[in-house]
């Protein structure tokens, strides 16, 4: 009985938690506002990204939500494979295809190798400009799993936000140690808070524990 009114406790604390966050990462959106989902390969969205994808379609607007990826994840000869399970995940969350969208550039492929920042920040430009973003939610300086095709991607948007009015939002990378305490990591993340141009998307990063 104590062991379950104590199990009882923590949860109730990590969704209050969990609750702010999410209420402190919506202010960061207004309405009417197109936001990107800017990664380096296909189930990035899934794997890194899907709480909060799954808040913004429940928040807003489908048609003012759109993702980018800078390959179709081809490193292994499965790019056609890769690219309709990226639809097909878009579709399921409620996303416009037309809003969905494949990078397709020979100097941009899948692969242990670091792209060109100023090729990611032009290619984010034109994107944004198309489309009328105003802010991107992507990957931080170390990507997450320190992949350098992640970090690309963030070194490119971060250019573009220095040059054009876009707010750029990355996703906090945590230890990998955190991954494996489960809600023992809760006191350790606890005591992040969002940076001013920034922000790091907290709320997805313990979501995906």
Not at 18 to 24: A, C, F, R, V, Y
Not at 54 to 73: D, H, P
Not at 86 to 106: A, M, P, Q, R, T
Not at 153 to 169: E, H, M, N, P, T
Request: proline share 2%.
């Amino acid at each position: 009985m104590y062991e379950y009114n104590l199990n009882g406790i923590i949860y109730n604390i990590i969704q209050y938690y969990l609750n702010i966050k999410e209420k402190i990462f919506l202010q960061l959106f207004k309405e009417n506002e197109n936001i990107a989902l800017v990664i380096a390969h296909p189930d990035d969205e899934v794997m890194f990204f899907f709480p909060v994808l799954k808040l913004l379609f429940k928040k807003k607007k489908k048609n003012e939500l759109f993702i980018l990826t800078f390959s179709n994840g081809n490193f292994y000869n499965q790019g056609k494979i890769r690219e309709k399970e990226f639809y097909n995940v878009w579709s399921y969350l409620g996303g416009e295809k037309k809003n969905c969208h494949i990078v397709e550039d020979l100097q941009i492929q899948d692969g242990w190798v670091f792209w060109k920042g100023d090729h990611i920040k032009d290619i984010l430009k034109s994107y944004c400009k198309k489309n009328k973003i105003k802010k991107i939610l992507t990957f931080d300086s170390f990507g997450v799993s320190g992949h350098p095709n992640h970090q690309s991607v963030y070194r490119g948007a971060r250019l573009l936000s220095k040059s054009k009015d876009i707010q750029i939002f990355t996703l906090n990378s945590s230890y990998i140690i955190f991954k494996y305490l489960g809600p023992l990591s809760f006191p350790f993340l606890a005591h992040n808070k969002y940076t001013h141009t920034y922000a790091c998307v907290y709320i997805c990063t313990y979501a995906c524990l």
